[in-house]
C-alpha cells in the first residue's frame, strides 16, 4: 500500500539551533526545497543559549589580522587534542572539517552574517602541538527587532539581552583593573548605549548568532513549524 504524505520536501531538518539552520540554509541556496521541524514550541535550540563561538582554523578573518594558521596545523592539533576517537572523528572527517572553513564562512558571509573575530579567544588546549589563538570566530551584534513577532517565539528571553562578545567576557571582569579591561567596557557601554539610542534590541553571543541565520531562512521562504517532533 503506498503511503500518502502530506508534504514532501527535498530536505527535512529537524531542529531550529545553529545546525539545522544551516543545514536548510544550504538546501534552499543550491535550489533545494526544505522543512525545519522543531519539537519544542520555540525555535533556537541549546545555541540560542550558548556562546555562539565558531571554531573555524585558518578562516579568513585570522589572515586579515595577520594571525598564522595552515591545514597541516589544524589537523596536527585535532590529532594532539582529540586523539583516536573511532570513525565520529576520523581523518576523512576531520580533513572534510578543515577543509570545509572557507566555503561555509563564504557562503553565509554572502548571505549576510557578519562575521567577527574573536581574536583573543584560544584553542581549549593551545600548548598542544598546532595549538592557536584566535581560531575562533563569532557573529555581530543582531538587532532582534529585524525578526518581528518570530522573536517572541524564540528562546531569547532564556539568554541575556545584551550586545557581548566572546572577547567581552574576559576583559569585562578586569574592566576597573587593567587598560584594556577598561576600553573593552567601554567599548561594551558604547555598543549597548548605542543600540538602545537608535531603537534596537541587540543580542549577542549565541542568540545573535541563531538569529541572524533565522533571518536567512525567513528570506529564503524556508518554512519553519514548531511543536513537530519527528517520529
Keep these: 500500500m503506498a503511503t500518502q504524505w502530506d508534504r514532501e520536501v527535498n530536505v527535512l531538518v529537524a531542529g531550529s539551533g545553529a545546525a539545522g539552520l544551516t543545514a536548510a540554509i544550504t538546501a534552499a541556496d543550491a535550489g533545494l526545497t526544505a522543512l525545519i521541524v522543531e519539537s519544542t514550541g520555540r525555535w533556537g535550540g541549546t545555541t540560542m543559549l550558548s556562546g555562539g563561538g565558531l571554531w573555524m582554523p585558518n578562516n579568513p578573518l585570522m589572515r586579515q589580522l595577520g ?130 539610542a537608535s531603537g534596537k534590541k541587540l543580542y549577542g553571543l549565541g542568540t545573535a548568532l541563531v538569529m541572524t541565520l533565522m533571518e536567512i531562512v525567513q528570506r529564503q521562504g524556508t518554512e519553519v513549524l514548531l511543536n513537530s517532533p519527528g517520529q
Design 67 to 196: 594571525i598564522q594558521d595552515s591545514r597541516a596545523d589544524a589537523l596536527e592539533y585535532m590529532e594532539a587534542a582529540i586523539g583516536d576517537a573511532g570513525p565520529a572523528s576520523s581523518a576523512a572527517r576531520r580533513e572534510a572539517f578543515v577543509d570545509s572553513v572557507p566555503r561555509v564562512f563564504s557562503l553565509l558571509a554572502r548571505l549576510g552574517v557578519r562575521w567577527c573575530a574573536a581574536k583573543d579567544y584560544p584553542d581549549y588546549y593551545p600548548d598542544r602541538p598546532g595549538g592557536r589563538v584566535g581560531r575562533g570566530i563569532e557573529v555581530e551584534p543582531f538587532d532582534a527587532k529585524r525578526l518581528g513577532q518570530w522573536v517572541t517565539l524564540s528562546r531569547a528571553d532564556e539568554g541575556l539581552p545584551a550586545p557581548l562578545k566572546t572577547d567581552d567576557v574576559w576583559l569585562l571582569s578586569r574592566a576597573w583593573s587593567t587598560p584594556t579591561g577598561f576600553v573593552r567596557g567601554a567599548r561594551f557601554v558604547f555598543r549597548t548605549i548605542g543600540g538602545l
